[in-house]
Nanobody
Framework: VQLVESGGGLVQPGGSLRLSCAAS????????MNWYRQAPGKERELVAR????????NYADSVKGRFTIFRDNSKNTVYLQMNSLKPEDTAVYSC?????????WGQGTQVTVSS
């Protein structure tokens, strides 16, 4: 299993970014996918989750209405569209899948929201 994130960077408050997570090594379309984030000195936080078909999504209260998780099963990729970014969204963002009772993680991508 391999998960590779991309799309992070430096953005001003109020700006937008789209993160991507390319998956391989398992049948992507059969598994729910998650985006987590971890800010310095803080616990890792589940940001968003999407079911295998993409029909059901869940979000942390802190990002509801601003972030959207979606997936393209034909490309084995899950995305996180982040709008109206705030300084408190600054963190390393990682995608995750629980495959055969084991959690797999990507290397993470840094998102920094600052003026």
């Amino acid at each position: 299993v391999q998960l590779v994130e991309s799309g992070g960077g430096l953005v001003q408050p109020g700006g937008s970014l789209r993160l991507s997570c390319a998956a391989s090594g398992f049948t992507f379309s059969r598994y729910a996918m998650n985006w987590y984030r971890q800010a310095p000195g803080k616990e890792r936080e589940l940001v968003a989750r999407i079911t295998s078909t993409g029909v059901i999504t869940n979000y942390a209260d802190s990002v509801k209405g601003r972030f959207t998780i979606f997936r393209d099963n034909s490309k084995n990729t899950v995305y996180l569209q982040m709008n109206s970014l705030k300084p408190e969204d600054t963190a390393v963002y990682s995608c995750n899948v629980r495959y055969r009772a084991y959690d797999y993680w990507g290397q993470g991508t840094q998102v920094t929201v600052s003026s």
